[in-house]
């Protein structure tokens, strides 16, 4: 599965960026599946066609229909830099089955030590709270 173009770009209110794609495949519940290894999926099935969401707390939301090609990713403020190719990134490790998991786990863990150190470079509170002399 992979990404054919974006369709929308979008700044929301809350500073996040929002990206609507067009993927070269319809979503399945198989890759919802996948999915949950690395955040939450909430799943509506009773609606006309199946509703799905992924959050990955810090990284990115994603929203869209089971069944169709077109999907809306969420990259959150605070660190789009640092996670602007993870959708992208999904698909890939995605098409490479069991063995994409602990590849992207990885890539998972260096980003979120990067967020670590851009929100606390110093590891302690003396960077937010300057000495008094």
């Not at 990134?89 to 851009?118: F, H, I, N, T």
């Amino acid at each position: 599965m992979r990404v054919l173009r974006s369709v929308q770009t979008k700044v929301c209110v809350d500073g996040s960026l929002m990206k609507e794609y067009v993927l070269d495949e319809p979503l399945t519940g198989k890759f919802l599946k996948f999915l949950e290894t690395f955040g939450t999926v909430r799943f509506l099935e009773q609606l006309r066609k199946p509703y799905f969401s992924f959050e990955k707390e810090q990284f990115i939301s994603i929203q869209g229909f089971v069944g169709d090609a077109n999907v809306e990713v969420r990259y959150k403020k605070e660190f789009q830099d640092l996670v602007a190719d993870y959708f992208h990134l999904l698909l890939y490790y995605y098409g490479q089955g069991e063995q994409g998991v602990p590849a992207l786990k990885r890539y998972d863990d260096s980003v979120r030590k990067k967020m670590e150190v851009r929100l606390d470079p110093r590891g302690d509170e003396s960077y937010y709270y300057p000495p008094f002399y």
